[in-house]
């Protein structure tokens, strides 16, 4: 029975996976909801020697990510006590244990997983982030604006960017 149920689940989990939908814009019931706002981790650096370029070039990246996490985190803080619905304010790594206290919203943007900081980005290449929501309950995705690599540790805009959205909407 337990091979039936997890054939049956890896046959059907890709069109759970595409089930999800994508809006540009605010959810309308956010106002009523909770929402999750993800903190940066520091990452793990490891002591061994960058010995190439590249390796010498993502070691930088780490470091700076590790810097600029902190100011980020305080940024986050401050600004969010300007939102004005129910929020909790988590690490990527542990949000999800809010859900089952009721949180139906989170503010993601792929930067937050630190995958960008494990290789080095061709050269003069800029990079672009989308931030969103996501509902927690199907999946879907709020388009919410883009930023560059260079602004996505600056939570005072993130926030001053969500707060404009909610307030043409909600007022």
């Known amino acids: 029975m337990i091979r039936i149920t997890g054939l049956l689940l890896i046959t059907l989990l890709p069109f759970f996976t595409f089930a999800q939908r994508e809006y540009k814009g605010l959810p309308d019931d956010l106002d009523q909801q909770k929402i999750i ?16 370029e590249e390796e ?33 304010i988590a690490a990527h790594s ?28 061709e050269s003069g290449i800029l ?14 995705i709020y388009l919410l604006f883009e930023l560059d690599e260079m602004k996505v540790y600056d939570y005072r805009l993130i926030m001053k960017k969500l707060l404009k959205l909610t307030s043409k909407k909600f007022n």
Do not use: W
Request: charged share 25%; hydrophobic share 35%; net charge negative.
């Open 37 to 52: 706002f993800i903190k940066y981790e520091p990452i793990n650096i490891s002591d061994e020697e960058a010995v190439s």
């Open 56 to 88: 010498i070039h993502i070691l930088t990246r780490k470091k700076q990510h590790n810097l600029a996490t902190e100011q980020a985190n305080e940024y986050l803080q401050t600004a969010a006590i300007d939102y004005p619905f129910d929020y909790a």
């Open 94 to 121: 542990s949000y999800e244990s809010l859900i089952p206290a009721g949180y139906k919203y989170v503010l993601e943007c792929n930067s937050f997983d630190n995958e960008r900081l494990m290789k080095s980005p």
């Open 127 to 140: 990079l672009i982030y989308d931030f969103h929501i996501k509902d927690l309950t199907t999946g879907d």
